[in-house]
């Protein structure tokens, strides 16, 4: 696609249950890329997948976060047992060369998939 | 604090006024990036200043990078109401895994 694809772009569930948020980078981009992004706030990196290195999972605030990279392309981040402090807005950003290298490593951002927990 | 922070967090200025913000951050970095959100939406990619650079020019941009007092500035000239939105400073450090870093953001309200 010409950007970077995500879905649901607003989701409402109730606490406990379980929400996937979906990630189509652009083609060909190698690194992917999930932030989350609260009220008015920066963003916090959650994950990071480069080609077929293992996935850079730092960031993930609990183990009810989990987040996956099926054929280096579409990314699924699952959040199980939702909590109401889940609330946010998830960003997915895909690049082709990883951002610490000396080579330019820009950022394409989704529009995002609002997540509210009640 | 959180490797890359804005100051100052809010700023508000009047059309053809220029804005200027700073970042700080604070392990050694590769690169330098800014970007800009307008309100619920995606960011966008302003500009990259590598760490060996100390100055870059886009449009009415204008980015510095002084890697001894690990900051760096954005400026933007003759501000317009449409540059009205949040602005992030990303740092990018292999020794980090090559994953980008963003600051809390500085807030910028351009009064027509």
């Known amino acids: 696609g010409a950007g970077v694809s995500q879905s649901p772009s607003n989701k409402v569930t109730e606490k406990g249950k379980d929400v996937e948020l979906r990630c189509d980078p652009i083609s060909g981009h190698t690194a992917l890329y999930w932030y989350r992004q609260s009220l008015g706030q920066g963003l916090e990196f959650l994950i990071y997948f480069q080609g077929n290195s293992a996935p850079d999972k730092s960031g993930l605030p609990s183990d009810r976060f989990s987040a996956e990279r099926t054929g280096g392309s579409v990314s699924t981040l699952t959040i199980q047992r939702t909590q109401q402090e889940d609330s946010a807005v998830y960003l997915c950003?895909?690049?082709?060369?990883?951002?610490?290298?000396?080579?330019?490593?820009?950022?394409?951002f989704g529009e995002g998939s609002r997540l509210t927990v009640l | 604090s959180q490797q890359g922070e804005e100051d100052p967090q809010a700023l508000s200025i009047q059309e053809g006024e220029n804005a200027t913000m700073n970042c700080s951050y604070k392990?050694?970095?590769?690169?330098l990036q800014w970007y800009r959100q307008n309100s619920g939406r995606g960011l966008v990619h302003l500009i990259l200043?590598?760490?060996?650079?100390r100055e870059k020019h886009s449009g009415r941009l204008r980015v510095t990078l002084d890697t001894s007092k690990k900051s760096s500035s954005l400026l933007i000239t003759a501000s317009r109401a449409a540059d009205t939105a949040s602005y992030f400073c990303a740092s990018g450090n292999k020794a980090a895994g090559n994953k980008l870093t963003f600051g809390g953001g500085t807030r910028v309200l351009v009064k027509p």
């Open positions: 950003a895909s690049s082709l060369v990883a951002s610490g290298s000396l080579n330019t490593g820009e950022l394409f």
């Open positions: 200043i590598r760490s060996n650079e």
């Open positions: 392990t050694s970095i590769n690169n």
